[in-house]
Structures are given as structure tokens and as C-alpha cells.
């Protein structure tokens, strides 16, 4: 019988992330969100007058994919582009239905939070150390 392979944390890591963000995805699917699309409404909400660029670099796609997820988001009346007309510079921000919606998935990533806490403690108490001490820069 052959040995197990050493612990990699950067295996053990990408696995729970795999398995935690379609955790995630299943989660927000009755919202009609999946990560991307929450991670693109947060960024226009934390930066109300977001363009297209800065949203884009923020979320590591290409500017194109951002007209193509804001379009679907204003169609929806989560997004408001107040582009006074085309070519002029965009001038992202949430709308209160939108606003309405991250309230709902911050409901959703707070029960997966707790549940994750409850059946993890010990992980959770040593991300939250880690992260503290990175963002810190104790570390």
C-alpha cells in the first residue's frame, strides 16, 4: 500500500474554497446571483461613480465582460449607468432594488457563515487570527 501524499495547505486551501464557493453559488442561486455577479454589485455598490475600467480591474475580467454583466444588471434594476450619452464616461451606482438584493445575500453569507463557524470553529478562530494579523501586517 503506498504512502498518502505530504499535506499541501495550497491543496487542502483550493479544495475547501472549491467546495465552499459552490456552497456559495447554490446559496445565492434563488437570488439569481452567483459569486461573480455579487462580487460585481458589491464593487459598484462600495464605489458608487465606478467606470467600466475600474470594475473590470477589480474583478480580473475584461472591460467587454463588465458592459455585459452592468447591461444584464440595469436591465434587472439593480444598476443605474448614468451615462449622460455613448462615449461619455459611466457612472455606476446600485439602485434601491439593487441595494434590496445585497441585503438578501448578505442574509444568505451570514447563515453560511454561522453554519461554516458552527461545524468549524477551530478553522474559523485561525482564519480570523491569520487574516488579522495580514491585514496588520504582523505577518
Known amino acids: 500500500m503506498s504512502e498518502p501524499p505530504p499535506f499541501s495547505p495550497t491543496v487542502t486551501l483550493l479544495t475547501v474554497g472549491r467546495v465552499w464557493e459552490a456552497a456559495f453559488n447554490a446559496a445565492l442561486k434563488p437570488l439569481g446571483l452567483t459569486t461573480r455577479k455579487y462580487g460585481l ?75 461554516f463557524a458552527e461545524q468549524h470553529p477551530e478553522l474559523t478562530e485561525a482564519l480570523r487570527i491569520h487574516l488579522t494579523r495580514v491585514v496588520s501586517g504582523a505577518d
Open 41 to 115: 454589485l458589491g464593487h459598484v455598490r462600495g464605489t458608487p461613480g465606478i467606470s467600466f475600467s475600474e470594475l473590470a480591474r477589480r474583478s480580473r475580467i475584461t472591460v467587454q465582460s463588465a458592459h455585459t454583466a452592468v447591461a444584464a444588471f440595469v436591465a434587472a434594476g439593480l444598476v443605474d449607468d448614468g451615462t449622460a450619452h455613448a462615449g461619455a464616461a459611466s457612472s455606476l451606482r446600485v439602485t434601491a432594488e439593487g441595494e434590496s438584493l445585497l441585503a438578501r445575500a448578505a442574509e444568505v453569507v451570514a447563515r453560511l457563515d454561522a453554519e
